[in-house]
C-alpha cells in the first residue's frame, strides 16, 4: 500500500508533537556542576529512525537498534573505546592460556543489578560471576528463542551438546561445562579451539549480564521488563511511540576525575520513522541528535565537500566511515533464488553507481562492487574480492542459462523491505532496474523492521532488503552472514546470522581456519579466500558501503561517532552557559 506523503507528513508532526510536549527543552538551570567543568542533568532525546526494536532481552537482541538501547541498560563483559580497541568493562581483566583455549576473566566486586521488584525489597543485589555464567548459557538455551548460538556452537567446550539437550528436552541439571563460574568473582570461559575474534563478541549484546530473579519473574515478558547494571534504567516502553530510562544512582563506573557516570538524568527514546520529521524535530531543539540526513535534504544540509552548511553548521557535525554493508539477500535453498544463475543475473543488474550517485546523492561511502564485508574492517582488505558490477549482456546470458530468457516464465518476485526512506528509494530503483534489465518484475512488500527480521530468519522471505552494523571489528562478523555451518538442519529452525541459509562448506572450511589462526596475516588470508567463494555464488546482491552522518546540539559534549556507531552515552553531557 502506498500512503500519500500529503496525509502521512501532518500526521506524524502530529504524532511528534504530542510525544514531546512531554519532553521540554533543555534549561541550563537544571544542569548541576560536576568535577572538571562537566555537568549533571537533563534528559537527552534521541530518534530511532528504524523503529520499534524486538526486545531488549539480550538472548535475542537482532539489531543494531536493539543493541543501542540495550547498550544502555546492561553491561558486558568487556567494551571498545571510540577507536574500537577493547577495553575492560564487567571484567577488569583477563588472561588467555597460551594454546588460546581457556579464557580467565576477573570480574569487578562493585557491582550491583538495578532496584527492581524481582530482588527482595525491591533492592538490586550484588553481581556475580555466576550470573555471567547464567546469562552465556540463555545463549545456549533454544528455549530462550536466543539468536547468539552461533558465537557458541562448535566453540565453546559443552555449549552444543547443552543446545541439543535443551532442544530434546533432556538438560535437567545439565549446564555448559565450558563456561565456569570459579568463585564469585572469577570466570572461565573453555574452547574447544582457539579462536581469533572470540574475545570480541564478547562486547556484543551476548556478552550482557542479566539476573536470574528478573527472567524469572518477568518470563516471557522479560524483553519489555529488562533489569541489569548499567548506567541507565528501564522505565517504560510504549511501544512504537517512545521509551524511557532514568539515571541509574548506583552505578559503578566514574570517569578519571572522580564523577560517577552517567551524567545524564534521564534518556526520552521515540521511534518516528520519517527521516525528515526526525531532522525537522532536531532542527526545532526537539531531539539532541540527528542520526542520518534524508536523502531530499543532503544537499541543503551540507556543501559537496559533505561539510554543513548554514543554518546546520551551528551543530556539532559528525561523520566517519561506517562498519556497515547494505544488501538484498535472498533465500538461496528455495526457487527461483537456489540457482545460482539467477542470482548472479540479479546481481549483474544493478547499477550500484548509479544508486549511490542519484538516488542517494553519494551519500554512502562507496559502491558494494566487492564483498560483504566494509572496507573499513581492521587488518582486512577487501580489494582483491571479486564482487559484481553492472554487466547487463552477462545477467541476461545468466537469466537464460537458468531457463528464464528475457524473464520468460520466471515468477513475480516480492522484494521486502522495511519502511526505511532511503531502503525504500532503493528498492523502488532495484524494482525499474530488474523489470529494464531482465524484464522480471518485482512487487516491494513493506514490514516493520523487527517483523522482517524474524521472518528472514524463520526462511519465510525470498528476497528482502536489509543492512548489516558490524558488532565488533573483525571480518568474521560479516563473513558469517553467509556461513553454512551456522544453517540448521531443520528447515523449521530460525537460522541466524546466515539467513540466507547459503552453504558452501570450501568457504565454511576457509573461515573456521580463520577463525582458529594466531597469525593475522594467516587469518586475514583466510577470510579473503571464504568471503571470495561465497561472493562467487551471489547469495546477496551487494548495494553499497555507508557512511555516517550524525549532528548533535552544540551543547552535547563526548559523544564521539565511532565506525560501528554505537550509541555510549554514559560518558556524554550537556554543556552549561
Known amino acids: 500500500m502506498i500512503i500519500s506523503k500529503s496525509v502521512f507528513l501532518p500526521a506524524c508532526i502530529l504524532l511528534l508533537a504530542g510525544l514531546f510536549t512531554g519532553c521540554p527543552k533543555q534549561e541550563q ?37 536493539a543493541d543501542d538501547l540495550a547498550l544502555q541498560v546492561f553491561d558486558r563483559l568487556i567494551s571498545f573505546d571510540s577507536s574500537l580497541n ?22 569487578r566486586t562493585d557491582v550491583y543489578f538495578h532496584d527492581n521488584p524481582c530482588f527482595p ?25 536466543s539468536v547468539h548460538f552461533w558465537a557458541f556452537k562448535d566453540r ?27 568463585n564469585d568473582s572469577t570466570l572461565e570461559i573453555e574452547l574447544l579451539r582457539p579462536s581469533a575474534p572470540f574475545l570480541l563478541t564478547l562486547a556484543n549484546s551476548l556478552g550482557c549480564v542479566v539476573p536470574r530473579e528478573a527472567v524469572e519473574k518477568y518470563g516471557a515478558d522479560f524483553f519489555q521488563n529488562p533489569v541489569g547494571t548499567g548506567p541507565f534504567i528501564f ?34 527514546v ?31 544540509v551540507m556543501d559537496a565537500g559533505r561539510n554543513p552548511k548554514p543554518p546546520y553548521d551551528k551543530f556539532i557535525f559528525q561523520k566517519q566511515p561506517a562498519m556497515c554493508s547494505w544488501f538484498l539477500d535472498f533465500l538461496c535453498t528455495k526457487p527461483p533464488f537456489n540457482n545460482v544463475d539467477v ?16 538516488v542517494l546523492r553519494n551519500a554512502p561511502y562507496a559502491p558494494a562492487i566487492h564483498g560483504i564485508t566494509p572496507p573499513v574492517m581492521p587488518d582486512y582488505s577487501i580489494d582483491s574480492i571479486p564482487g559484481f558490477g553492472l554487466e547487463l549482456p552477462k545477467a541476461r546470458e545468466y537469466m537464460a542459462k537458468a531457463g528464464f530468457p528475457n524473464g520468460k516464465g520466471f515468477p513475480v518476485v516480492q522484494l521486502h523491505i522495511y519502511p526505511e526512506p532511503r531502503l525504500v528509494q532503493v528498492a523502488e530503483a532495484v524494482q525499474k532496474m530488474l523489470d529494464e534489465a531482465l524484464n522480471v518484475k518485482v512487487e516491494i512488500k513493506t514490514v516493520q523492521f523487527a517483523e522482517l527480521l524474524a521472518l528472514a530468519e524463520q526462511g519465510k522471505l525470498n528476497f528482502w532488503g536489509t543492512r548489516w552494523y558490524g558488532d565488533y571489528p573483525d571480518a568474521e562478523n560479516f563473513i558469517n552472514l553467509l556461513d553454512g555451518a551456522l544453517v540448521p538442519v531443520n528447515d523449521n529452525e530460525p537460522s541466524y546470522p546466515n539467513s540466507t541459509r547459503y552453504s558452501n562448506p570450501a568457504a565454511s572450511e576457509a573461515l573456521a581456519k580463520a577463525v582458529a589462526s594466531t597469525s593475522i596475516a594467516e587469518r586475514m588470508s583466510n577470510y579473503r579466500t571464504a568471503e571470495t567463494l561465497a561472493m562467487k555464488d551471489a547469495p546477496a546482491v551487494m548495494l553499497f558501503y555507508e557512511m555516517h552522518y550524525r549532528m548533535l546540539q552544540p551543547n552535547v559534549r563526548n559523544y564521539p561517532l565511532d565506525a560501528m556507531a554505537r550509541v555510549v552515552l554514559k560518558n556524554s553531557w550537556f554543556g552549561g552557559k
Not at 521509551?243 to 551524567?263: A, E, I
Request: aromatic letters at 10%; glycine letters at 8%; hydrophobic letters at 35%.
Open 343 to 358: 542470482r548472479r543475473a540479479f546481481s549483474l543488474a544493478i547499477d550500484r553507481e548509479k544508486i549511490v550517485r542519484y
Open 29 to 65: 538551570s537544571t544542569l548541576r556542576a560536576a568535577k572538571d567543568g562537566k555537568f549533571y542533568g537533563g534528559t537527552y532525546r534521541i530518534n530511532m529512525v528504524r523503529g520499534n526494536p524486538n526486545g531488549l532481552d539480550p538472548v535475542i537482541i537482532n539489531s543494531k537498534l
Open 156 to 182: 565453546v567446550v559443552g555449549a552444543t551438546e547443552y543446545y541439543t539437550a535443551q532442544l530434546e528436552k533432556r538438560a535437567s541439571g545439565m549446564s555448559v561445562s565450558g563456561i565456569r563460574a570459579v
Open 270 to 300: 521515540s521511534f518516528i520513522k520519517d527521516d525528515k520529521i526526525q531532522l525537522q524535530e532536531f532542527s526545532k531543539g526537539n531531539l539532541d541528535e540527528c542520526y542520518t540526513i534524508p536523502t531530499e535534504f543532503l544537499d541543503n
Open 86 to 107: 577493547t577495553i575492560p568493562e564487567l571484567a577488569t581483566r583477563w588472561e588467555i592460556s597460551p594454546d588460546g583455549k581457556l579464557y580467565r576473566f576477573h570480574l
Open 121 to 145: 525489597n525491591g533492592i538490586g543485589r550484588k553481581m556475580v560471576a555466576r550470573d555471567v555464567e547464567y546469562s552465556l548459557a540463555r545463549c545456549c538455551n533454544p528455549g530462550t528463542r
Open 235 to 268: 522505565e517504560k516502553w510504549d511501544h512504537d511511540r517512545q521509551m524511557t530510562m532514568r539515571r541509574n544512582p548506583k552505578y559503578w563506573q566514574h570517569d578519571k576525575t572522580g564523577n560517577q557516570l552517567p551524567f545524564f538524568d534521564n534518556l526520552f
